[in-house]
């Protein structure tokens, strides 16, 4: 009685701040079979995210058991007569307050609440594929998969995402160059659209709306359900981190690396990434103790190219049935490569050790009270043929010899991206993801303030912008439609408009992504 007298009044507050007329006990008339929540804790862990910069003041939290649930809050919203905002929350790890709303409703994908009558993922051996739950975790996702000794074909450096929200963005490691992002390797979606719609969309079906949400940033609809590409998964895994002093010769062999996405599996690598090395102190405890404490990697001993290093990290992926091969094919690949002698890492490790390697420097993080700190992450997709120049401004010149995290940077193939989807790449056949993935802290250095490592975006952002750099924001933030618009340009922004008039004519879904104003009151946006 409690719980449902505290949600009637969060919903009578609504319709005061808000203005729509609509019925409080409506809501709660909807007949949905997991929970509506305005719980103080619910609402304090949906008004907050990963980037701990935004926050923003939810009216209610669903937690879905179905997807029916899921639309008929949507269709509730959008059947109203002023309406109200809908956002869907995976894990919370977005940067920016993209799955937030204010005086709105948030959908709490995963987690507790209704999940105990989600659906279970189902896994076809007979067509290698699992359908899975939106709000699963993509660890869960393995842990199922492997149980019938498959696996997804492409994969996040870190796991505890849900499904609908990577393949809301796009999904991306190391395997992207040979398998494509995520939203490469989906047959098929059950997506809630902005009128309250629950629609199965595949290439076949729906396709518009299909391709509209891989990669839309939740602006199309909630993905409720989608059928994930598995393979068989290999037992080990050999993972091995070279070191480079030339940024040219790093790049050349990462390059070369991902053009050998075509052949057969012992001519090639399984995974390519790499990272930049400004800060010494850095490589020797950042993710593993990969490099050991005993001989600690030293940046000046290397004669590093202006003070920085590159780090090329490999893997391959093999079977118990092969492993006396498995030396053999590395060494072949290696022989082909530049780096420098005598810097070669290497350790082996079973295949979900490796996959979840960033959940173990989570744990560690979370046992020194660093992880739930302020997150102002920056990604962008940088043309190959400006690296060269994004490394001399910005490696070697805004960023010093301080930094608060990892920096990494890869090479993917354009040919593995569908750009029928809604996500924007460089007009390049081959782009990197430069990704700055650092925490701010409050530790008496200034350079690692919220502060300064915001200004330094804003310096890397505008110093790409007055060299002509065209970069692309992974995991866009802007606070204009001008951005916006700038960002898409012109021919895929009036494509991404159209699919919103089609599959979201009210603006209701993901405000936070300040894209839309939402149509029937501009004041709940979160902007």
């Known amino acids: 009685m409690a719980t449902k007298l505290l949600l009637t009044l969060a919903i009578c507050r609504l319709i005061v701040t808000v203005g729509f007329t609509f019925n409080p006990n409506d809501l709660l008339r909807l007949g949905l079979t997991g929970k509506l929540s305005a719980a103080p804790a619910d609402l304090q862990s949906a008004s907050v995210d990963f980037g701990g910069v935004y926050r923003a003041e939810p009216m209610a939290v669903l937690h879905p058991a179905t997807s029916e649930d899921v639309a008929r809050l949507v269709k509730a919203a959008y059947d109203s007569a002023r309406g109200f905002t809908v956002s869907a929350r995976g894990h919370g790890h977005s940067i920016n307050g993209q799955a937030m709303t204010t005086n709105g409703v948030v959908v709490q994908m995963s987690g507790g609440g209704g999940s105990k009558n989600k659906m279970l993922t189902k896994v076809s051996e007979e067509f290698m594929y699992a359908d899975v739950w939106g709000g699963e975790l993509w660890i869960d996702v393995l842990t199922s998969t492997l149980e019938y000794g498959l696996a997804p074909k492409s994969w996040t ?41 629950l629609l199965t969309c595949s290439e076949k079906e729906n396709s518009e709306l299909f391709q509209a949400v891989l990669g839309g940033l939740g602006q199309f609809g909630i993905i409720t359900r989608a059928r994930i590409a598995l393979e068989q998964a290999p037992q080990r895994v050999r993972w091995i981190r070279v070191l480079y002093s030339n940024f040219s010769t790093f790049t050349q062999d990462q390059e070369y690396l991902i053009s050998l996405h075509g052949k057969p599996a012992s001519q090639k690598f399984d995974y390519v990434e790499g990272f930049v090395i400004v800060d010494e102190g850095l490589i020797n405890n950042w993710r593993s103790s990969f490099f050991s404490p005993s001989n600690p990697v030293k940046v000046s001993s290397l004669k590093a190219e202006g003070g920085v290093l590159y780090c090329l990290e490999i893997t391959k992926n093999y079977h118990l049935s092969n492993a006396d091969t498995i030396d053999q094919e590395i060494e072949i690949l290696l022989k082909k490569l530049n780096y420098i002698p005598a810097s070669e890492f290497t350790t082996d490790l079973p295949y979900v050790d490796f996959l979840d390697r960033v959940h173990k420097a989570e744990l560690k993080l979370r046992s020194k009270g660093l992880w739930e700190v302020p997150h102002p992450w920056l990604n962008l997709f940088v043309p190959k043929s400006r690296i060269a120049e994004f490394d001399k401004g910005v490696f070697k010149g805004i960023l010093g010899n301080k930094t608060s995290g990892p920096i990494l940077i890869y090479p993917m193939n354009k040919n593995k991206w569908d750009d029928r989807n809604s996500v924007v790449t460089p007009e390049e056949d081959v782009f990197y993801l430069v990704a700055f993935l650092r925490s701010a802290l409050e530790n008496g250095d200034e350079t690692q303030t919220l502060d300064y490592l915001s200004n330094q975006n804003y310096e890397i952002l505008k110093f790409c912008e007055d060299e002509k750099i065209n970069v692309k924001q992974y995991l866009p933030h802007y606070d204009s439609q001008r951005e916006w618009r700038d960002h898409f340009g012109e021919k895929y922004w009036t494509r991404f408009q159209q699919r919103k008039l089609e599959f979201d004519p009210r603006h209701i879904l993901a405000t936070g992504q300040r894209i839309f104003m939402p149509s029937f009151n501009p004041n709940i946006a979160t902007w």
């Open 157 to 197: 450096d870190y796991l505890y995402l849900t499904v609908g929200g990577t393949l809301s963005n796009a999904g991306i490691s190391g395997q992207a160059f040979n398998h494509g992002p995520q939203i490469s390797n989906v047959h098929e979606l059950d997506v809630v659209t902005g009128k309250g719609e």
